[in-house]
C-alpha cells in the first residue's frame, strides 16, 4: 500500500506567476485536503476535496483553487503568486469521516522571489 | 468554532525525563484529537488519536495523551524522553464536518543528552 505522494518537492517562482501542485492519495481514500504551512506555524487548512467536489473552504482567496480527479489525485493551483505564499504546501488524504485520520504527505516546499 | 492552543512554543527535556506538551481545544460539538509529529523537512506523522470511548489514549514511540472535557485539555506526555523524539509536535482537531483538521502552532521539543 503505498502512502501520500506529492510532487515536485520544491518549487521557485516569482511574483505573480502561476503554480500547479499535485498529490496522490493513499489508496482507497475518497477525500483530499490541502495545508499551508508557513514557516514555524501549523499547517492551515485550505480546502478539502471529495469525490471530486470541493467539501469546504478555509480563509484562503480564490486565487487559491484546486481540483480531484477519478482516482482521487488532486491539484492545488495558486494564481498570481505573493511572496507570503512561500511556505510548506502539504496534502493529506483520509476516508470521509471525521474521526478518521489524515495521512500526511511529505509536503512541496514553494519559494517565491 | 474550533481552535486549539498549545502552551509553550519550545519545551527541552534531559534525556529520560518526562515529556509534557501541553494542548487546550475549544470545539461546539465533541472533539476529535490528533497528536501529530513532523521531523525535519518531512510531512506530519500521526502519533495518537481520540475519537470516543477510553480517555487515555496510547500512541506510537512510548507517548500516550489523556482527553479531559473538564478542562477541555488533551496534553502529550511520554515517561522517558529519548534523542530521537526531538521534533515539532502538533495538536489538531477535527471540525465537526467532513474531516477538516484544525492544528495548533506547534511545539518544539528539544532533548538535552
Known amino acids: 500500500e503505498t502512502g501520500v505522494t506529492q510532487s515536485p518537492t520544491h518549487l521557485i517562482k516569482t511574483r505573480g506567476q502561476q503554480v500547479t501542485l499535485r498529490c496522490s492519495s493513499q489508496?482507497?481514500?475518497?477525500?483530499v485536503s490541502w495545508y499551508q504551512q508557513a514557516l514555524g506555524q501549523g499547517p492551515q487548512f485550505i480546502f478539502q476535496y471529495y469525490r471530486e467536489e470541493e467539501n469546504g473552504r478555509g480563509n484562503f482567496p480564490p486565487r487559491f483553487s484546486g481540483l480531484q480527479f477519478p482516482n482521487y489525485s488532486s491539484e492545488l493551483n495558486v494564481n498570481a503568486l505573493e511572496l507570503d505564499d512561500s511556505a510548506l504546501y502539504l496534502c493529506?488524504?483520509?476516508?470521509?469521516?471525521?474521526?478518521?485520520?489524515?495521512?500526511f504527505g511529505p509536503g512541496t516546499r514553494l519559494l517565491v522571489l | 468554532a474550533q481552535s486549539v492552543t498549545q502552551l509553550g512554543s519550545h519545551v527541552s527535556v534531559s534525556e529520560g525525563a518526562l515529556v509534557l506538551l501541553r494542548c487546550n481545544y475549544s470545539?461546539?460539538?465533541?472533539?476529535?484529537l490528533f497528536w501529530y509529529v513532523q521531523y525535519p523537512n518531512q510531512g506530519l506523522q500521526l502519533l495518537l488519536k481520540?475519537?470516543?470511548?477510553?480517555?487515555l489514549v496510547k500512541g506510537i514511540n512510548g507517548f500516550e495523551a489523556e482527553f479531559k472535557k473538564s478542562e477541555t485539555s488533551f496534553h502529550l506526555t511520554k515517561p522517558s524522553a529519548h534523542m530521537s523524539d526531538a521534533a515539532e509536535y502538533f495538536c489538531a482537531v477535527s471540525r465537526n464536518t467532513g474531516n477538516q483538521f484544525y492544528f495548533g502552532t506547534g511545539t518544539s521539543l528539544t532533548v538535552i543528552p
Open positions: 489508496s482507497g481514500h475518497n477525500t
Open positions: 470545539s461546539s460539538v465533541p472533539p476529535y
Open positions: 493529506a488524504s483520509s476516508p470521509r469521516s471525521r474521526e478518521e485520520t489524515q495521512y
Open positions: 481520540y475519537t470516543t470511548g477510553a480517555t
